[in-house]
């Protein structure tokens, strides 16, 4: 029971170490909701919080792989039986009037065990007031700890 209490406020230190302003929230926002995309593996629900014609740059065993969001929603939106889900932790948050980025580690789960690993880079920048993606790069690697 002790260990349980220890974790449970372990959350709530976390939780409360993470929580931003505002205007954090708001540019964290289309991130979140790209996820919501990407697990749901929808491609119009990826797309929306992207400006047209975003971009992605993955960057894999020292490679770059570049595509738009509309080639990376088309790929991952194809119909498959495992779970996908991508998290964000610690994010560093930089914003100056209507340009921001968020450098993040990241988790990448399927099927509820993390499969990869890396940093996350986005681009964002507001437009008529939203916040929304210009683009995303990332490194991604096996070996998580």
């Not at 779970?83 to 993040?104: G, M, Q």
Request: include cysteine; glycine fraction near 8%; hydrophobic fraction near 45%.
């Amino acid at each position: 029971m002790k260990k349980i209490a220890l974790f449970c406020a372990g959350l709530l230190v976390t939780s409360a170490a993470v929580a931003g302003t505002p205007e954090d929230d708001a540019v964290l926002a289309p991130i979140q909701a790209f996820f919501a995309g990407l697990s749901a593996r929808d491609a119009s629900s990826m797309k929306a919080p992207f400006l047209p014609g975003g971009s992605l740059v993955l960057m894999r065993n020292g490679k770059p792989g570049q595509m738009t969001i509309e080639q990376f929603a088309e790929r991952v939106s194809k119909p498959g039986t495992t779970k996908i889900e991508e998290k964000i932790h610690d994010p560093l948050i930089r914003i100056d009037n209507d340009l921001a980025v968020v450098w993040a580690p990241f988790d990448f789960y399927v099927d509820g065990k993390v499969d990869h690993c890396g940093t996350d880079l986005f681009n964002m920048v507001k437009k008529d007031g939203t916040w929304m993606i210009a683009g995303i790069a990332d490194t991604g690697k096996k070996d998580c700890r």
